[in-house]
């Protein structure tokens, strides 16, 4: 699932976002425990904010926003 675009939030699991983040080199250990998912919707759009929770990692972010 890492190459291919995601159309629905439920796609987002801890292990397609420690993947992700392991690829872009963001995560260098550990992975993603789990997160906190907020949304806002728009007519054309669907925003998502992320709290990530790590296991192992300190320092890593928590969160990120994404469009």
């Not at 796609?11 to 983040?21: C, I, R, Y």
Request: net charge negative; proline share 4%; glycine share 8%.
């Amino acid at each position: 699932m890492a190459n291919e675009v995601i159309t629905d939030l439920e796609q987002v699991t801890p292990a397609w976002l420690t993947e992700v983040l392991c690829r872009s080199d963001a995560l260098t250990s550990g992975a993603v425990e789990s997160f906190e998912l907020g949304t806002d919707r728009g007519n054309w759009s669907t925003n998502a904010r992320l709290r990530v929770r790590y296991s192992e990692v300190p320092g890593a972010p928590c969160r990120r926003g994404f469009s």
